[in-house]
């Protein structure tokens, strides 16, 4: 069954799913700052568009465009600047 998300008054929107490789989400972006907190860890791909991330213990932000993944260990924060209109595919560990 999909499960339909939404955060930060509707500026982030995902797609949860879960197959046989296992549990995703598929999402969108409009322009601003966002945090995000973990539960597992997760593996997210930039599909469109770019973001700056702070990745938990970095001192520098680092951009991520079309085709870049990144990984956020469980139970960390991430903060998120996005400057354009970006999707991604997050997957759960």
Same mark, same amino acid.
């Given at each position: ?5 939404? #955060?930060?008054? !509707?500026?982030?929107?995902?797609? @949860? ?9 598929? !999402?969108?972006?409009?322009? !601003?700052? #966002? ?27 680092? &951009?991520?465009?079309? !085709? ?5 260990? @469980?139970?960390? &924060?991430? &903060? ?7 999707? #991604?595919?997050?997957? #759960?560990?």
């Amino acid at each position: 069954m999909l499960k339909i998300n939404q #955060y930060f008054d !509707g500026k982030v929107a995902s797609v @949860a799913f879960h197959n046989e490789q296992g549990t995703a989400t598929v !999402g969108v972006m409009d322009i !601003g700052e #966002y945090e995000f907190g973990t539960s597992q860890i997760e593996y997210m791909t930039v599909i469109s568009g770019a973001m700056k991330v702070l990745l938990p213990e970095a001192t520098e932000w680092k &951009k991520f465009c079309q !085709g870049d993944t990144f990984t956020v260990q @469980a139970n960390q &924060k991430f &903060k998120l600047i996005v400057e354009q209109q970006s999707a #991604y595919c997050c997957f #759960y560990v």
